[in-house]
């Protein structure tokens, strides 16, 4: 193997993921799972970081991979201040914020930390992230939602939709930043995001905010029953949040969190269930318009992707309502490793412009 390999760390709340890449083409991908007593000594997500980097070094060791031919590792990006999309070297300031989890606490938090030291102990090797979750790169009209004290904020699968964007953009040989494209992650959250010319310029907070609900979040809700229902005195704060992420879409009408299930349920004739997932997909359409009114409706094409994108009826659902806006494309599966990989690759390429987070 030649020394260009790269290392990729995608740490879970209850997983680690990390595999070998040479190029995009994967050499090995490991997943260790940790079990709730193994984390529950640890009072703090980063106090697992010694934990965590110990179990990948002794499965390299183990599978006698050559450590001093990697050249990048790159960590997944954690909860950071609002940043461009693009590739960061892990930075001492970025640790600090990463380790004080100055802008929450999660488990992706440790990727650029574990990056950043097994980057340091190898001798010719950098630590770098991509495309976080918080990336932003709204323009100004985007982030104003009827009041100053709620702006909107980008909080997207800003890594899956960067990496399928630019995947398109090489298959019909094109350059992602001269393209306006629509691009659709469906997953547990789903986002859709308006890329113009290479930047996100607008997309629905996926995380605990607007847009379609999906199967664990209840997206965009009346406000002003939900403020009464807030104030009624029959929940607590918990139990509205709950509502909002993790019990809404799916979870609310179905008991359920998995399309699978939905599909089956479907097929056995439970008409209700369809209702509630022909309804997804109407409002994912619906927010599809809303992104080609951004893109003023010069869009070069839409990309479907995601876990849920493996369901050729709720796409192809998707699709009945927004075919004559631009060309649909469907890239089923959310591959967040080989994602970070091409990120990698793009650096060891000096295609990548790095950039510092400050």
Same mark, same amino acid.
Do not use: W
């Given at each position: 193997?030649?020394?260009?390999q790269?290392?990729?760390?995608?740490?879970?709340s209850?997983?680690?993921?990390?595999?070998?890449?040479?190029?995009t083409?994967?050499?090995?991908?490991?997943?260790?799972?940790?079990?709730?007593e193994e984390?529950?000594?640890?009072?703090?997500?980063?106090?697992?970081?010694?934990?965590?980097?110990?179990l990948?070094?002794?499965?390299?060791n183990?599978?006698?991979i050559?450590l001093?031919?990697?050249?990048?590792?790159?960590?997944?990006?954690?909860?950071?201040?609002?940043?461009?999309?693009?590739?960061?070297?892990v930075?001492?300031?970025?640790?600090?914020?990463?380790?004080?989890?100055?802008y929450?606490?999660?488990?992706?938090n440790?990727?650029?930390?574990i990056?950043?030291?097994?980057?340091?102990s190898?001798?010719?090797?950098?630590?770098?992230?991509?495309?976080?979750?918080?990336v932003?790169e709204?323009?100004?009209l985007?982030?104003?939602?009827?009041?100053?004290k709620?702006p909107?904020?980008?909080v /997207?699968h800003?890594l899956?939709?960067?990496?399928? =964007?630019? &995947?398109? $953009? +090489?298959q !019909?040989?094109?350059?992602?930043?001269d393209?306006?494209l629509?691009?659709?992650?469906?997953?547990?959250?789903i986002?859709?995001?308006?890329?113009?010319k290479?930047?996100?310029?607008d997309?629905?907070?996926?995380?605990?905010?607007?847009g379609?609900?999906?199967?664990?979040?209840s997206?965009?809700?009346?406000?002003?029953?939900?403020v009464?229902?807030c104030?009624?005195?029959?929940?607590?704060l918990n139990?509205?949040?709950?509502?909002?992420?993790?019990?809404?879409g799916?979870?609310a009408?179905?008991?359920?969190?998995?399309?699978?299930d939905v599909?089956?349920r479907?097929?056995?004739?439970?008409? /209700?269930?369809?209702?509630?997932?022909?309804?997804? =997909?109407? &409002?994912? $359409? +619906?927010? !599809?318009?809303?992104?080609?009114?951004v893109l003023s409706?010069?869009?070069?094409?839409?990309?479907?992707?995601?876990?849920?994108?493996?369901?050729?009826?709720?796409?192809?659902e998707?699709i009945?309502?927004?075919?004559?806006l631009?060309?649909?494309h469907?890239?089923?599966?959310e591959?967040?490793?080989?994602?970070?990989?091409?990120?990698?690759?793009?650096?060891?390429?000096?295609?990548?412009?790095?950039?510092?987070?400050?």
């Amino acid at each position: 193997m030649e020394n260009n390999q790269i290392l990729v760390i995608n740490p879970g709340s209850t997983s680690t993921k990390f595999a070998l890449f040479e190029g995009t083409s994967p050499v090995f991908i490991q997943t260790i799972r940790h079990t709730k007593e193994e984390l529950e000594g640890f009072r703090k997500i980063t106090g697992q970081i010694s934990f965590r980097e110990s179990l990948i070094i002794k499965q390299l060791n183990e599978d006698e991979i050559n450590l001093n031919a990697i050249r990048i590792v790159m960590g997944r990006g954690g909860l950071l201040k609002p940043v461009e999309s693009g590739v960061y070297a892990v930075n001492e300031k970025m640790i600090s914020d990463l380790k004080s989890c100055a802008y929450g606490e999660h488990a992706s938090n440790l990727g650029g930390l574990i990056a950043y030291d097994i980057a340091r102990s190898l001798p010719d090797a950098r630590a770098y992230i991509a495309n976080p979750v918080v990336v932003d790169e709204l323009n100004d009209l985007a982030r104003l939602s009827g009041h100053p004290k709620l702006p909107r904020r980008s909080v /997207f699968h800003a890594l899956n939709q960067k990496a399928i =964007a630019r &995947q398109h $953009a +090489k298959q !019909i040989l094109r350059r992602y930043e001269d393209l306006n494209l629509i691009v659709v992650h469906l997953g547990g959250g789903i986002t859709v995001g308006a890329h113009k010319k290479g930047r996100v310029v607008d997309v629905n907070q996926g995380l605990d905010g607007d847009g379609p609900y999906s199967p664990e979040r209840s997206g965009t809700l009346p406000v002003g029953d939900l403020v009464r229902l807030c104030f009624s005195g029959e929940y607590s704060l918990n139990e509205v949040l709950k509502m909002i992420k993790g019990e809404g879409g799916l979870m609310a009408y179905l008991d359920t969190n998995s399309a699978l299930d939905v599909e089956k349920r479907m097929a056995s004739g439970d008409e /209700f269930a369809r209702k509630i997932y022909d309804g997804m =997909a109407y &409002q994912v $359409a +619906k927010e !599809i318009g809303a992104m080609a009114a951004v893109l003023s409706f010069q869009v070069d094409g839409i990309l479907i992707t995601g876990g849920i994108a493996h369901d050729k009826y709720f796409t192809n659902e998707i699709i009945s309502y927004c075919h004559r806006l631009a060309p649909v494309h469907v890239y089923p599966g959310e591959d967040e490793m080989k994602a970070l990989a091409m990120n990698g690759l793009r650096v060891l390429k000096n295609e990548a412009q790095i950039k510092e987070y400050q």
